[in-house]
T-cell receptor, first 114, second 113 residues
Framework: GAGVSQSPSNKVTEKGKDVELRCDPI?????LYWYRQSLGQGLEFLIY????????KSGLPSDRFSAERTGGSVSTLTIQRTQQEDSAVYLC????????????FGPGTRLTVT | DQQVKQNSPSLSVQEGRISILNCDYT??????FLWYKKYPAEGPTFLIS?????DKNEDGRFTVFLNKSAKHLSLHIVPSQPGDSAVYFC????????????FGSGTRLQVQP
């Protein structure tokens, strides 16, 4: 079956512009996560959606970051007034509600802020 | 505060030999541990996991060992193959409901033919 998809695969933007990153999780997966990986670093948790519950936004680094998940499926991560330190690979993962809680990752969006 | 640490940024082994990747953690609340493999320009791929109630889990050529008293886990790959060359991430999770993963910084494994 189809895995997690993300778009765009690459995004170059100028400092100060807004960007939107999209994630399409595996069908039927109720949990969706956003992470980012900065150069030479591990993955950093950003935000978590579970079904229709309020999202856990505790990992968002600033109020310039926000995310939505429409209809319990597709999610959009929005970064307003981008800064150079926002440059990273943004990864989306989804998970079914199983005991093992394995997460399945998309290929990521590489964001470069110039 | 890095709660999951992979102190070896890289590892090189010969094909057919054993690869041992190490991971240390500091948060005693972690109750589930996972290893992911990542190729360039791809997302991480789940490899193997272990619950904190176990000390070993084996899947084919891959075995994960957990030493809770030392807060240490390791991934053994036997025998190593050139296709195993990738970046390996250790990750850990706390049963808070959200199950977000805390990742180490990764170890780049290169298996020499």
């Amino acid at each position: 079956g189809a895995g997690v998809s993300q778009s765009p695969s690459n995004k170059v933007t100028e400092k100060g512009k807004d960007v939107e990153l999209r994630c399409d999780p595996i069908s039927g997966h109720t949990a969706l996560y956003w992470y980012r990986q900065s150069l030479g670093q591990g993955l950093e948790f950003l935000i978590y959606f579970q079904g229709n519950s309020a999202p856990d936004k505790s990992g968002l680094p600033s109020d310039r970051f926000s995310a939505e998940r429409t209809g319990g499926s597709v999610s959009t991560l929005t970064i307003q007034r981008t800064q150079q330190e926002d440059s990273a690979v943004y990864l989306c993962a989804s998970s079914s509600d199983t005991i093992t809680y394995e997460q399945y990752f998309g290929p990521g969006t590489r964001l470069t802020v110039t | 505060d890095q709660q999951v640490k992979q102190n070896s940024p890289s590892l090189s082994v010969q094909e057919g030999r054993i690869s041992i990747l190490n991971c240390d953690y500091t948060n005693s609340m972690f109750d589930y541990f996972l290893w992911y493999k990542k190729y360039p320009a791809e997302g991480p791929t789940f490899l193997i996991s272990i619950s904190s109630i176990k000390d070993k889990n084996e899947d084919g050529r891959f075995t994960v060992f957990l030493n809770k008293s030392a807060k240490h886990l390791s991934l053994h790959i036997v025998p190593s193959q050139p296709g195993d060359s990738a970046v390996y991430f250790c990750a850990a999770s706390v049963n808070t409901g959200r199950r977000a993963l805390t990742f180490g910084s990764g170890t780049r494994l290169q298996v020499q033919p």
